[in-house]
């Protein structure tokens, strides 16, 4: 098993792990989200929405005013199930296209 770097609680109250595996991959496909695992974290446990995945995926957004490149959604996408995890993260200024697959949660 991947060594764990850190657990969110999802708002179904699940922990949604975030491996050293997963968090490579992230890092790997998008450089630009080294510096964000704590905000990972956050938009899991604290999100703005939660939109229907492909299958039974979650997907997680949460806007942060502040960013390097301006007003960004912090969208993740993890499976909420009795040993969660994180399958992707990535920042987005297009969050309204993600809304559009349907809102089950929002702030």
């Known amino acids: ?29 998008h450089d ?19 939109v229907k995945g492909w299958t039974d995926e979650v997907i997680a957004i949460k806007q942060y005013p502040v960013s390097p490149s301006g007003k ?4 993740v ?6 040993e969660g995890f994180v399958i992707t993260a990535f920042m987005t200024s297009k969050h309204e296209k993600i809304l559009k697959r349907g809102i089950v949660w929002e702030r």
């Open 1 to 29: 098993m991947d060594n764990e770097l850190r657990i969110a609680i999802s708002r179904t109250g699940f922990q949604i792990r975030v491996t050293d595996e997963r968090w490579a991959h992230i890092t790997e496909s």
């Open 32 to 50: 630009y989200m080294a510096g964000y695992l704590d905000h990972v974290i956050e938009t899991v446990e604290n999100p703005d929405w939660l």
């Open 72 to 75: 960004k959604s912090l969208v």
């Open 77 to 82: 996408v993890y499976k909420d199930l009795n």
